[in-house]
């Protein structure tokens, strides 16, 4: 891979470090200007000084935990179920014939349509969220986990297996580790995924959470929390972005182009 | 060299097809034939009644004209495939569930590319449990063989076509099967590159005497490495005729081209295969 040298990659991002704050600079001066309507957007100073008590008074980190713990649990336990099932309905055609249908079907339901459903079903807990966000990241690695099993090189499974594998093996050896650039891909997404039903859980009913906080600050126009908030999902978005960057670099260095 | 004549007299008709059909036979093939569906319902013979018997300890090569059912009738000896008619032992088994213990090194390239090359020539001892010291000791002596020392730890991307044969070839040797099966294992590779992985496989042989199967549709290969050339008709392929090939071992790839001998060999089979390769031709014609 073509690496920009490292004083190169130092100059960009002070490029864009200089963007972002140059934006900053004309929210806040068309904020002071009565130029945009800061009961609709807040502006930079304020939401940073609210930002700032959020994190002092200890009530971001409390709800910035429910709300990681919801999505976590989701990337996991969707993970896990996605994989399993690629795998099973991949490898086992008649399961595949009388599942992937059916999977496939209720795919085109809107999932988050059917949050309420879910808080009926399990209630106004953390458990809700956990099921909106696992569904959510199951399909992404499901249906990217079944289409790299349906792509594994045949002959590799037969030389595998004429080598004497068993049928674990040839699983273990050969199936998971051709679909990780798949699962990563479909895990990739998830993360996302993870986060948008944790937090849409919460706005249709919990009683903590970023997104309850979300939702309250609206209802009482605090938008500079909003904003607050908004800038948290973001550095957890790009936090765990990087992370995965990681993991990819070190699961895909067999990869031409990920040394 | 025992030239050409009518398969059924040189080989001698064996119905049962016996475990021990003859004298030290591992593989024996009796009026094997194999017919493939085409997409149109129409229905390719691809091989007819083959009748063939390897021998322990040999190295045979299967060699016709392109197209005819080589590989087919490989894969049938190898257990990945059933024919429609006729009967396969191998070590005394029918192989309804495959053969045990075989080895097979295909025209593609099915190195894992997940693994390094140390890791993929591991892998048969791994599938068998065998303890990891001996499995690292097994293939640091193989990868020494044939020159990969230095590329333990690299990703099969990372090498060249001839280097990835290599790992392949030494991979399958690590295991120790009992039979190894080779179909075009060097298609695709320039000239100097083959000359190099024959001499390879001429030195891994005379070290690991295994009984060895080779498929190939080029005849100096087939005449270098083996003690016996099996010629292929075109399609439906059976079995035209046979040849000894008393060349000396230890050989050399490139000494053993010059000899009289050599060029008498493929003097004789080329005259053969040429008449086979000319039916081919004109058989696709028809198609």
Known sequence: MNRPNVPEAIRNRLLVLAMVAFGLIVWELAADRKMVNTFYTSKPTVIFTDFYQFARSGELFTHLAITLREAFSGLVFGTLAGVVCGVALGRVVWLGNLFEPIITALYGIPKLALAPIFILWFGLGLESKIFLSALLVFYLVFFSTFAGIRSIDANLVAAIRLMGASRLQLITRVTLPSCVPWILTGVRGGIGASLLGAIVGEYMGASAGLGWMIQYATTTYQIERVMACIVVLLLIGLVLNKGLNACERRLLRWRPGHG | ?287
Request: neutral net charge; glycine residues 8%.
């Open chain 2, 1 to 287: 060299m025992s030239g050409s004549g009518s398969p059924a007299e040189r080989i001698g008709h064996d119905p049962l097809c016996r475990p021990q059909p003859e004298e030290g036979s591992v593989i024996c093939a009796d009026g094997v034939t194999k017919a493939y569906h085409l997409k149109n319902r129409k229905t390719v013979l691809a091989i007819r009644d083959i009748r063939l018997h390897v021998r322990s300890r040999e190295f045979l090569s299967i060699v016709g004209p392109s197209g005819c059912g080589k590989s087919t009738l490989l894969t049938l000896l190898a257990g990945l495939d059933r024919p429609d008619a006729g009967r396969i032992v191998v070590n005394g088994a029918t192989g309804k569930d495959g053969f045990p213990n075989l080895g097979y090194i295909s025209q593609s390239d099915t190195l894992l590319p997940w693994r390094t090359v140390m890791e993929n020539v591991e892998i048969g001892l791994e599938l068998r449990g065998r303890p990891k010291n001996e499995r690292r000791e097994t293939a640091e002596r193989l990868m020494a063989q044939v020159g990969l020392t230095g590329f333990e730890k690299s990703y099969p991307f990372e090498l060249s076509g001839g280097m990835r044969k290599r790992a392949a070839v030494i991979r399958t040797l690590a295991y120790d099967p009992d039979i190894i099966f080779m179909d075009e294992p060097f298609v695709g590779l320039d000239a100097q590159t083959r000359d190099a992985l024959e001499e390879d496989i001429l030195r891994l042989w005379q070290e690991h005497r295994k009984t060895i199967v080779l498929v190939t549709h080029d005849l100096a290969e087939a005449i270098t490495l083996s003690d016996r050339v099996v010629l292929l008709t075109a399609r439906p392929a059976t079995v035209k005729a046979e040849y000894d090939i008393p060349l000396p071992r230890p050989r050399s790839v490139v000494e053993t081209r010059f000899t009289p001998q050599f060029v008498a060999l493929q003097k004789t089979i080329w005259a053969d295969l040429g008449d086979e390769v000319r039916r081919a031709v004109a058989g696709l014609g028809h198609e």
